[in-house]
């Protein structure tokens, strides 16, 4: 018996498959997260240049836009000359208004009223305030600083209360010193506003200078009267057109 010949069909191992198709589903998906990217890159590069292109140009930017915030601009150099030139007006109205009352009251010759770069200024001579080497406020000059309290209070700037001596040296048991007299005098006035006059203690500030700045000589008399003084300024707000 003639044996057959055997044939044997050769199959192909496919098991490589697997494998070959799980990479290339991390592909597939490298690329998805790839392009996620680069898309979420490519709006945000968009946003910034437009955001640059707006701040050169003028405009404000996306973070500007996205706030509810109101952005304060620095007043003009025009608003500005404005308003200097209002306060001025206010100021010199207040000084007619002060000398008038200064005049009615007999204390010309011991109470003058300036107007310069600083503000309004009103110089008080100590007699008119103060017994000597005291710094109780005498009765008699009460009434006209309320009335001056009273039309410094028609501005809201800021005010400054500044005392002085002249070089005669003071020790006593109240004031061991020309300095601790200014103060004291000075700080007394401010208060008699505050508390008499009803004035906001918020806008006030103190300085004693002693003898150290002089107006007059202090050789003779008439110059140390001069120079025992009280002043009260009323403070610009708005610096004084050149």
Known sequence: MSKKKQHHEEHVDESWLLPYSDLLTLLLALFIVMFAISQVDKVKLQQLSESFKEIFAGGASFLEKESDQVVELEPSSSENDSASALEQDKMADIKKQLEKEIYESGYYNNVKVNLDKEGLQIVIQDVMLFASGDAEILDAFSPL?????????????????????????????????????SAIRAINVMNFLVDQGGMNPERFSVQGYGQYSPISDNTIEEGRAENRRVEIFLLRKYPVAE
Do not use: A, C, Y
């Not at 002085?164 to 007299?181: A, G």
């Open 145 to 181: 600083l309320l009335q001056i309290g009273k039309m410094l209070n028609d501005m809201d700037n800021d005010i400054k209360v500044v005392g002085h001596t002249d070089d005669r040296p003071i020790h006593t048991e109240k004031f061991r010193s020309n300095w601790e007299l």
